[in-house]
């Protein structure tokens, strides 16, 4: 019984919002009673008409056979091809057009279409391509990858632990775990001389591929592969109104998602156990829907601007449960879900004098669980306890209200300051309340000539209602374990930036943060976390000719966490770093033959590590992952003509990652079948030659 709502649907009622306009600026308050527009000619302007721009076309060759290098590459396919366009048509009447495509016909690649008038209609055509590739050595002696009932070799001998089944390593075949989305839209917007316009966009998202999963037959699993076969549809509508210092539209956005496969069979691979199972069946994401309404305003007077958004919406999900393997009798034969979506957002924001504004705004969002509850015979993973479950209706309401000010305290010095209040009410859940209370202030100058720099500080405070683990929001035997986005918290954070420009041909750009969270109440679970960071760059122009530019990135985040191996006091204490280090380099000369020629060297080098040290009486590693990456281009550019240039790009990447989760034989864990070693360790190098021709 899966009851998610898919990512791209959440997305969508997350992406209502608007900014504020600064008061006294705009267009509207300019005084024009006494211009004389007619009198006007502009003898510079000179509107293009015609065609202009340029188009491209490439080819490469990959020669790697780990497909993750795809990742960084563009394209899985060894040999792969790519066109580059931006043109752009003028007619004398005003009717133009635009294209737009980048590396289209590679695994990410896009296209944009516009044809129309200026300031009277538009016509979008759009398309994008997206794809990640994880692995193309997992091994598995399942059939049919990619479809929704996974077999084994007719010939297949089944065993009480992995180790023992004489067939696994010579039915291991190589599967590939990878997605690939489709996206693919047609847009209309019309505009009118007065105060009304209006828009209509349609969406289509097809994502395909597998991605890694697992089946149970009580204590004993294996990994499979997750077929993904889905359709995503998205329309967006709405109606504009305008005035001289007003604005306000009313807009829709539906979603409908489906899944081709509602659930996913599977032979078991073990001897079988209770009720001699041999078969097995997994719910995959359900079919659902999203419907949402919104109205927005914005009101600008002569030094205050107001601005605000009533949005309502729905929710739904009625996919038809799976049954197979499910011996007791339904409640209902879909679980029939229902959730409303209730939001309103107001801002405003006020100019007191020519050197101090204030601003201010609320936010309320509540997320209103109305599915039904029903009484469901509950199936444990490690027995058949046939007792009573209910399906839990979680409820979320959010509130939101920030105050600031900032302050110019004189030419090139600069002040702001805030609070942040934020009030999350849940049910069914440890905590129902907690409030999370948030000061800052930053202070900036550039007062010296060549500098630019500010500093800010901020200091947070969370609490709430009493925590109280119960039988429906937890299955946490220990009550003093406290999940860490609900518990008590102090933070504290400094961060600050530099800019210089000693010459001019030289910049330097410096930034660094820390910040403490101190879990205050915290007995068993995350009890401290730092996070420390900064970062530099540096451009700098050594000849007319020749430009260098480098950067470095650190960040380090420790953490503390605090458990129990006995369901009471902590007796253990567990110390993770997590370091990630990203520096780069790049250079290019484009002074030969004539300045016909260009020549560039990108560097770029990722070290992500992660230790893990527990303690109970003594000190041992608890494993270690890292990833590290190198990664080169080289390159050329010759211009043959003066509308034709040819490049070449000769690209490398180093890749090296160990996680002891990927790091096993498929037999290695007695009750497992696993994918086995799906670590990267490879050297992977690309050429591609390209074109560009200039109309």
């Not at 005035?243 to 079988?272: E, H, M, R």
């Not at 107001?346 to 609320?362: E, F, H, M, V």
């Not at 010296?448 to 683990?469: H, N």
């Not at 993770?576 to 060297?601: F, P, Q």
């Amino acid at each position: 019984m899966n009851t998610k709502l898919n990512i791209i649907t959440l997305a969508i009622l997350s992406s209502c919002s608007f900014g504020l306009l600064a008061q006294g600026y705009g267009l509207a308050d300019a005084k024009t009673d006494n211009v004389k527009f007619d009198a006007w000619q502009c003898k510079g302007c000179v509107v293009e008409k015609g065609t202009s721009g340029f188009v491209g076309a490439g080819i490469a060759y990959n020669g790697e056979d780990d497909i993750q290098s795809a990742n960084a590459f563009n394209s899985s396919n060894q040999v792969a091809g790519k066109i580059d366009a931006d043109i752009h048509y003028q007619s004398e009447t005003g009717y133009q057009a635009n294209v737009a495509a980048h590396h289209l016909g590679m695994d990410n690649g896009r296209l944009d279409i516009d044809v129309g008038k200026q300031g009277t209609y538009n016509i979008n055509v759009n398309y994008r391509s997206f794809a990640h590739y994880q692995s193309n050595n997992a091994l598995s002696p399942y059939q049919n990858m990619g479809g929704d009932y996974l077999t084994l070799p007719d010939n297949w001998i089944t065993a009480g632990s992995s180790p023992d089944m004489p067939m696994l390593y010579s039915s291991l075949t190589p599967t590939e775990l990878s997605l690939t989305r489709d996206r693919a839209g047609l847009g209309f917007e019309y505009q009118t001389a007065s105060l009304f316009s209006t828009y209509v966009n349609f969406q289509r998202e097809e994502k395909t591929g597998t991605k890694t999963t697992s089946g149970s037959f009580y204590n004993q699993s294996m990994m499979l592969a997750e077929p993904v076969d889905y359709t995503t549809d998205i329309l967006n509508a709405g109606v504009k109104l305008r005035g001289d210092n007003w604005f306000t539209s009313i807009n829709y956005t539906g979603s409908v998602f489906k899944n081709d496969n509602n659930q996913l069979g599977f032979d078991s691979a073990f001897n079988p156990t209770f009720g001699a199972q041999t078969t097995g069946y997994i719910a995959l994401d359900p079919d659902n829907e999203a419907h949402t309404v919104s109205l927005l305003g914005q009101y600008n007077m002569a030094k205050t601007n107001l601005s605000g958004r009533i949005l309502i919406g729905q929710m739904t999900q009625d996919q038809t449960l799976t049954t197979i393997g499910y011996g007791y009798p339904l409640p209902a034969n879909s679980i029939d879900a229902k959730v409303d979506i209730t939001g309103a957002t107001l801002k405003a924001l006020t100019r007191l004098n020519r050197d101090w504004r204030i601003s201010g705004s609320y936010d309320y969002n509540d997320r209103d669980n109305q599915t039904q509850i029903e009484q469901w015979t509950q199936i444990s993973i490690n027995n058949v306890t046939g007792e009573a479950a209910y399906n839990t209706p979680y409820d979320l309401t959010t509130q939101r209200a920030k105050l600031s000010s900032d302050y110019r305290i004189t030419q090139g010095i600069k002040l702001d300051a805030g609070y942040d209040f934020e009030r999350e009410e849940r049910n069914y859940q440890d905590r129902e309340t907690t409030d999370e209370s948030t000061l800052w202030a930053r202070l900036r100058i550039n007062y010296f000539e060549m500098w630019d720099m500010w500093l800010k500080g901020s200091a947070s405070q969370r609490d709430g209602s009493k925590y109280q683990a119960s039988k429906i929001s937890s299955t946490e035997q220990n009550a003093l374990l406290r999940r860490y986005y609900l518990a008590d918290r102090d933070r504290s954070q400094i961060e600050a930036r530099f800019s210089h420009t000693p010459i001019t041909d030289l910049s330097i750009d410096f930034g660094a943060r820390y910040a403490l969270d101190d879990y205050t109440e915290t007995q068993i679970g995350l009890t401290q976390s730092t996070d420390t960071s900064f970062d530099v760059n540096i451009n700098y122009m050594l000849t007319s000719d020749m430009s260098l530019n480098a950067f470095y990135n650190h960040q380090i985040i420790e953490s503390e966490q605090s458990g129990s191996s006995n369901f009471s006091v902590a007796n253990w204490q567990a110390d993770i770093e997590d370091t990630i280090d990203y520096v780069g380099a790049g250079i290019n000369y484009n002074s030969l033959l004539d300045s016909r020629l260009k020549l560039g060297l990108d560097y770029r080098y990722s070290n992500s590590d992660s230790t893990t040290q527990v303690r109970q009486g003594i000190t041992g590693e608890y494993g270690d992952y890292f990833a590290k990456v190198h990664n080169v281009n080289l390159y050329g550019q010759y211009q043959a003509t003066d509308n034709m240039s040819l490049r070449i790009d000769y690209k490398i990447e180093k890749y090296l990652d160990n996680d002891d989760a990927n790091d096993i034989n498929p037999d290695t864990i007695w009750n497992l079948v696993s994918f086995g070693n799906i670590n990267h360790d490879y050297t992977a190098h690309m050429i591609m030659l390209s074109m560009n021709y200039r109309l």
